[in-house]
Every structure is written in C-alpha cells, then in structure tokens.
C-alpha cells in the first residue's frame, strides 16, 4: 500500500513537498548573497549613527529629484510667507499713498529701489522708515523694518525687526490700520502693542513660523539680536526636515535606502496620521515652546503645549472666539479621532484646498447619492451657503480685520447650545443679516460681523442680545423640526465649562466625571481637569491625581498643574513620578510644579529627577529670554529652593531685558527687604551684646538693600498703575496694584484696585484674602469680618483662614458692629 504524503506535509531537501521547491529555488539564491557579502555590501548604505541631527541643505539641493512638488510649492502661501522688499515681492501702493489712523497721517513712498513710510517712530515723531521685509500674499501683506543694525553684524543675520501696523489688503486693494484686538484708543509710542513694541517684534512673535530652521540669538546682556535662518520662507526642510542625510543616501551608490534612517527625513505618510498632523501643528497651533530644537517628525508634545480652551481664546463648547491656528479646534473633532489628517484635504506643496465647493468633502464622504449633498440633509436650495458644507460645519471668524478662518472642530451647528449659553452658531451667523439691516448704519458699520454681535451682547448690550435670541430661537425651532432635539443640551461638557469659567462652586462632580469621560477628545478632557485647579479639594485632587496616569500628555500635564496650589507631601507623592515622564512638555510642567516643594522635603532621587527636569524647563523659557517673564520665572524657582542670589541674578535680567514690564522689580524688592530686615534683627542683637559699632557696620553694609528697594517700588508704581488702567476686566493686574499701593501706605486707593480684583474673580481666595487683611489693618471690623467669613465659604478647612477668623472676631469684640454692605 502506497503511503499518502500530503502536500503541506513537509518533507526533507530534496523531496517533493510545496517547501522542498521552493527551497530548491530560493536556497541557493540565500546561499549566494550570504557567502558574498561583500560582492553585495553596497546594495544597502548605513550612515554613521552620529549624524542623528543632519544639517538643513537648502531646496536648492531637493529640485533636481522633486522639480514637480517645487513648481507646486512655487507661488504657495509658504513660499511668499516672507521676501525681501523689492518691486517682485511688495504688492502694496507705495506711489506717496497717505493713510490717517488718529490724527497721524502716514505716507507710503519710493526713493529708488526702496520702499519708505513716513509714520510715528518709537520716539513719537514722524521719521522716514525704509521697509526690509514683506510678511505674507494674501488676504492681507505686512510690511517689516529692522532697526539697530550694526555696521559689523554679519550677512546672515538680522537685527530687531519691527511689523509696522499699517497694512495692505490685497483683495480690496487699499491701506489700512491693523488695530490690535479690541484697542479702540491710540497707542502711545511707548505701548508694547506700538508697531515699535515688543508684541510687534518679528523676531519673537513671527519669525519662527514664516522662515525655515530659525535660530532667534537673542543676546540678553546686550539686548541685541543675531536672528539666523536657512531659508526666509517656509520651505521643504520645513515640514521634511533637515535634508544632509537624505541627499547623502539619495547621492550613494546603495540600491537601497538605509535600514534605520529610511529615506533620511521625518516619516509622515505613516498609518498614524497623527506625524503628518503634527509636522503641520508647530505652525499651525496656539502653543508655548517645551523644546527649543525642534525638527520635523519629533512628537509635538516633546517640543510644544498646546493651549487648552480658556474663556479668552475659545467658546465653551470648543469653538474658536481668539485666533488659536486651527490645531486646537481640529484635534476636538471626529475626524481627527477618525485618522484624517491635513493632506486629505490640503495640497502639501501647493496648501491650496484638494477640491473646491462641496466635492471637498464629498469625495470622503461617498455615501449612498445625495445623502449629505442634497436638500434631503441641509434642508437648503441648492448652490447657497445653506447647502454649502463648510458653511455649516466650518464656519468662519475673520482675523486681522480681513482674514476669515474657519473653524476645524467640524461640528454641527448648535442652536440649542446659543440659547442656553450665548456660544454661536452656524445658522444663526448666516441668518444675521435679518438683524444687521434693521440697524442704523452707524450701528451696523460697529458691528461688521457676528463675533462682534456675540462680543457686545456678552458685555451687556441688550439690544444685540435680543437680536441674537431671536435668531438662536427662529434657528433652533427648524434644526429641531428637521433633525429632532438634541439629547446632550443638559449633558454637554459646554454648560459645565461655562459654568466653572463663572465660578460656579456646585459643578465640581460634573466637571470630575466628564474629565474622566472618554467619549470626550483629549483637548477637552485636558481643559476640563485644567479647572480642578479652581477647587483644589481633596474631592478634585484625588481626580486629578487619577488623571495624571492618563494616556495623553495633555491630560497628564493640565492634571500635574492641578496640584500647584496641593499640600506639598500630596505634590511630592503624586506629581514627583512624573519628572520622568517620557514626554517632555508633561515632565517641564512637573518640574515648574514641584518646584514649590522644599528642595530639603525631596529624597535623593526626586531631587535628581526635579534637576533633570528642571534643566529642561530652563532651556525651554530662555528660548525666550528676551521677555521678562522666562527670568521672572526662573527668579520665583529659585527662591522657592533658597538660591537667593541666582534668583536676585533672574530679576535683574527680567528688568534689564524689558524695563518697563511689572513683577520683577515687586519680587526684587521683597527679597532686598528681607534682607534688610534680617540685617536689623542680627544688628540688634548685636548692639545688645555691647558691640555697637559692629552693629553699625551691619546696618551700613545692608543699607543698600533697604535704598535699592524703596527705589524698586517706587519705580514698580507707575507702571502697575498703567497695567491697572489698560486692563481694568483683569483680577490678577489689580490685585498686583492693589498690594503695591498697600505697601506704600496708601490704603484707600489700595481698597478700590483690590475690591476690583475680589469681585472679577470671586472664587479665588488670595484676592477675597487680601480684602480680608486690608479691612483688618484699616480696623473696618464688619467688612474684615465678611471677607474672613467669604474665604471660609471657599475653603471651609482651610485652618489659616478658620484662625484669620478668629482673631478678627477678637479684634472687634467689644465694638459695636456696623451694616455689612458688600462693596
């Protein structure tokens, strides 16, 4: 009997199975290219491992193998993102064109190859101003001088840059002033939002998102810069990465790429869409630098923070208020969490949308036909904006005075939500106009768009809130007769946010349970734990620290800041793990957090974790070492760990790099005063022991520190007065003013800037406190009494207010109390 042998048995060399064939076939081929090795050694190139961080090559050295994605580029946003001014590059009217903004008359004029503007200077006068730069193509181009150029700074680098406030719209072809957001008034010449100013200081505010691989060199002993760059647009390397490498492999003689390095740059056409998302997202994005070397295909949170939503930048539900770069608002959205990513509907080279109209969505979006591309779902005729996809689902805010940008969080419009908490709508934004024109036209011309008409009813204007509800209630009634009610309008994270944003005290176990809630983006839950702050209990601290073992470093980070203001062994034992964090923006968050911790209160190993980290959130704040506040920073670190003399070293650089920005001559001067009263009390008990020349000498040597520090105050004053005045809706700049005045004895004056500071921020204790303490100090027992029983109500066991109680109520035993108004 023949023995059946199945074919997927197999069998030895040589036999007859499926295996054995192929062995036949492909072993000899294995054998060849293993025993000649050498024969073969170039089909792979391996390049050093040293050359980790290649050097940018310029796109000179990219054209000949990618001349059909250059010709692309060409002509791009990103390729006109900024030009030197010549008549190619300046778009704008510089044939003696005038425009008049307060009472100042600019003229926009030519002196052979340059273009000039006579306008105001830093000084206040009219000078003559030769433009060096252009900034943008379209919808609007702005024009830069540098100033401070040293006859000796080398080709290649660039001096202090100012934009100038005068712009060109290239749509509508005419001049116009570009005020800062609501700044109705003058700036003075001396106002950091002077075109002259710091806030409009290319070099740190623009600079590093219109060129390539830009290096700022500020150089903080000599308030100079040394601004380098590789190439003054937006170019290739900018989203590919440095190109040494990939020239190197694509020049070898290899017939493959290398087998670490690939081709040699960021690696963005992955699965994950989230490297091609965030290539894009450091431009892209509302962040603060975690890094300062950041190179294409790094994981964005090693590098950056993203801002959270935050009632200044963002609407409750999400939605953009502020210019946030899209980044914020699309990482909230379905698609985002789907795998969509930028280039599926942008053109990389040419960053132009793939499609134009409704094609742009429907060429995804293939359902059955005429599912979403019909009367059937937008209930709309076709070709208006009502069937116009990005029209609803995108709708757009219009920055710059000329720029609309859409928002990217893609969401259905929700009128419901506009009723309940004033957010907006897409519907009720393109039904304005049944408003706008039942207005006079001075009123109309005030309010040019719908964010303007959400501005002005959210600062008490009834008439546009009327308006407003009319419309939220008109759309309201047909999204729920076409499509029915919606089911979250009690749940939405939106009525919680709101209301935490108002102080409202009751919502801390909704605001716990949706943090938690994974139906949410993890834009959304960050923000949401970002505001446990606000109640620093043991309920929200025991959330938070829960969340800092969540699987994204937003969450991670806004739970470790919720532990700022934590008894210190519950920071040490929750927040100390993550200095190792193996992300970076989550580990510098742990260190500025643990920091307030005393150094002495850390095990060996914490302290080394704290100094790792700590290292790296020092290099991340002087990237911006030509503000004040990365030294200010750094000055509050250091006397946290008793570094006194490096702290003292921080504020004098914050003062020398910006001498007219408040805080750090206040911090300065508090340690000069404790300085001062420390010598007193050594001088004392010296004179006690007899040795009163000794004594002297004590007091003579710190006397400096007491004069250094009067002066210091006194110096601080006018500039916190003028920060009070530019900024009356904000607590923390009145509380500032207040304590100032406080200290120099003026108390009445010091009562109105901290009752301001108390009743635009109710829920935060150290202003309620301060109120508390200056009624204590005035002897106002029925006003101290209220606000020692107001901080009770926030923090009921909190001892040191429970004790402030108690001996206010000693203080006025005995007297007879007053009404207690509440001011």
Avoid at 131 to 159: A, C, H, W
Avoid at 269 to 293: F, G, L, M, W
Avoid at 616 to 634: F, I, P, W
Avoid at 736 to 751: C, F, I, K, N, P
Wanted: negative net charge; charged residues 25%.
């Amino acid at each position: 009997m023949t023995k059946r042998v199945d074919s997927e048995t197999p069998s030895a060399p040589g036999g007859g199975g499926r295996i054995g064939k192929v062995l036949k076939i492909v072993l000899p081929a294995v054998l060849l290219l293993v025993l000649s090795g050498a024969l073969f050694a170039d089909w792979w190139v391996c390049l050093p491992e040293d050359e980790a961080r290649p050097v940018f090559v310029g796109r000179q050295s990219c054209v000949a193998c990618h001349q059909n994605q250059h010709d692309a580029w060409q002509g791009s946003h990103h390729d006109l993102a900024m030009d030197l001014a010549t008549a190619e590059t300046v778009l704008a009217d510089f044939d003696d064109a005038e425009l008049t903004h307060h009472d100042i008359t600019s003229r926009m004029f030519r002196r052979g190859d340059q273009f000039l503007i006579n306008t105001e200077g830093p000084d206040g006068q009219m000078q003559d101003f030769a433009i060096k730069y252009v900034f943008g193509v379209t919808p609007l181009q702005q024009y830069m001088v540098e100033f401070d150029r040293p006859d000796d700074l080398p080709e290649n680098e660039i001096s202090r840059v100012q934009v100038l406030r005068i712009s060109w719209d290239t749509k509508n072809k005419k001049w116009f002033y570009l005020a800062p957001p609501d700044v109705a008034e003058k700036l003075e010449p001396d106002d950091d939002l002077h075109w002259t100013g710091i806030a409009q200081r290319w070099n740190n505010m623009c600079a590093d998102c219109h060129s390539t691989h830009l290096e700022k060199n500020f150089d903080q002993n000599t308030r100079t810069y040394h601004t380098t760059f590789s190439e003054i647009d937006v170019s290739c390397e900018a989203c590919h990465g440095p190109g040494e490498t990939h020239v190197k492999l694509a020049e070898a003689t290899s017939v493959f790429w290398d087998r670490k390095l690939g081709y040699g740059l960021a690696k963005l056409k992955t699965e994950n869409s989230h490297n091609e998302i965030q290539a894009c997202a450091p431009c892209h994005s509302r962040r603060r630098v975690v890094h300062p070397e950041h190179y294409a295909g790094d994981n964005y949170y090693d590098d950056f923070a993203n801002e959270l939503l935050r009632s200044e930048t963002y609407h409750a539900d999400g939605q953009i208020l502020d210019e946030v770069y899209v980044y914020g608002s699309f990482i909230q959205s379905k698609m985002y969490n789907k795998g969509i990513r930028c280039t599926d509907c942008h053109d990389p080279h040419t960053t132009r949308v793939k499609h134009e109209g409704n094609k742009l969505c429907t060429s995804c979006h293939q359902h059955s036909a005429g599912k979403y591309d019909s009367p059937a779902h937008h209930n709309h005729l076709p070709g208006g904006a009502g069937a116009s996809c990005v029209d609803c689902h995108m709708p757009h805010t219009t920055y710059m005075q000329v720029d609309p940008r859409r928002d990217h969080s893609l969401r259905v419009p929700r009128p419901d939500l506009s009723i309940d908490l004033g957010v907006p709508n897409a519907c009720t934004q393109c039904h304005l106009k049944m408003e706008q024109d039942l207005l006079p036209a001075e009123q109309r011309s005030k309010l040019p768009q719908y964010a303007d008409w959400l501005r002005v009813a959210g600062e008490g204007d009834q008439q546009a809130k009327a308006a407003l509800d009319r419309l939220n209630l008109w759309s309201n009634e047909h999204c729920e007769k076409w499509y029915g009610p919606k089911n979250d309008r009690k749940s939405n994270f939106a009525n919680v946010l709101a209301a935490v944003w108002r102080g409202d005290q009751e919502v801390e176990d909704d605001l716990i349970r949706l943090a938690r809630s994974r139906k949410l983006s993890a834009m959304v839950r960050a923000s949401l734990t970002a505001q446990m702050a606000r109640f620093a209990d043991a309920k929200s601290l025991a959330a938070a620290a829960k969340l800092l073992q969540d699987d994204d470093p937003q969450v991670r980070a806004a739970a470790t800041a919720s532990f700022e203001a934590a008894p210190v062994a519950q920071l040490i034992k929750y927040v100390t793990p993550l200095l190792k964090d193996p992300i970076r923006s989550v580990r510098t968050e742990a260190a500025r957090v643990v920091a307030r911790a005393p150094a002495g209160e850390l095990t060996g190993s914490q302290r080394r974790a704290w100094e790792s980290a700590f290292n790296e959130l020092r290099a991340a704040l002087l990237q911006n070492n030509d503000r004040a506040a990365a030294h200010t920073t750094l000055g509050i670190i250091y006397e946290n760990h008793n570094e006194t003399e490096r702290a003292i070293q921080a504020y004098r650089t914050a003062i020398r790099v910006e001498p007219t920005v408040t805080g750090p001559r206040t911090n300065l001067a508090a340690i000069l005063e404790r300085r001062w009263k420390a010598a007193e009390s050594q001088a004392k008990q010296v004179a006690v022991q007899g040795n009163r020349e000794e004594a002297m000498r004590i007091l003579q040597r710190a006397f400096p520190d007491r004069e250094e520090s009067e002066r210091l105050r006194y110096e601080e004053l006018p500039w916190l007065a003028r920060d009070a005045r530019l900024a009356p809706g904000i607590a923390a700049v009145q509380y500032r003013y207040g304590l100032a005045l406080y200290l120099q004895g003026d108390l009445e004056a010091s009562q109105a800037a901290l009752l301001a500071a108390a009743r635009l921020a109710p829920q935060t204790p150290d202003f309620t406190l301060a109120v508390a303490l200056l009624y204590q100090k005035m002897q106002r027992w029925p006003e101290a009494l209220d606000y020692a029983e107001r901080l009770l109500e926030l923090r009921p066991d909190d001892r040191t207010y429970q004790q402030l109680l108690y001996e206010i109520r000693q203080q006025a035993a005995g007297q007879k109390a007053g009404p207690r108004n509440r001011p």
